[in-house]
């Protein structure tokens, strides 16, 4: 079955940059699309940042845009997702989730059936 696996959470200062991935396998990698997306204290889940199958597409929350990065490697079964410029409100868990042939129109959580356990991001300010 399908298994997505976080990895790169931790405690950073304010400004400071982290890099999450996530591993994929028990599926065709290629043929989803991959999103981020997380979960802070007493809140909703909400959406962080989607990229096509082919990686030619992104697009990302406006509180994120212009600080964290998403990429994939589909020689990896891996994305990733880089944020730089943490602040305390980035304080949350991450979860990444599969979309098979999906595009950055789908960022809904219904959009996506496979998720990962998800990884702690604390930002200290």
């Known amino acids: 079955q399908v298994q997505l696996v976080e990895s790169g959470g931790g405690l950073v200062q304010a400004g400071g940059s982290l890099r999450l991935s996530c591993a994929a396998s028990?599926?065709?990698?290629?043929?989803?699309?991959m999103g981020w997306f997380r979960q802070a204290p007493g809140k909703e889940r909400e959406f962080v940042a989607v990229?096509?199958?082919?990686?030619?597409?992104?697009y990302y929350a406006d509180s994120v845009k212009g600080r964290f990065t998403i990429s994939r490697d589909n020689a990896l079964n891996t994305v990733y997702l880089q944020m730089n410029n943490l602040k305390p409100e980035d304080t949350a868990v991450y979860y990444c989730?599969?979309?098979?042939?999906?595009?950055?129109?789908?960022?809904?959580?219904?959009?996506?059936?496979?998720w990962g356990q998800g990884a702690q991001v604390t930002v200290s300010s």
């Open positions: 990229i096509t199958w082919s990686g030619t597409s992104t």
């Open positions: 028990g599926l065709t990698f290629s043929a989803y699309s």
């Open positions: 989730a599969a979309n098979r042939l999906g595009s950055t129109r789908e960022r809904t959580e219904a959009d996506f059936r496979s």
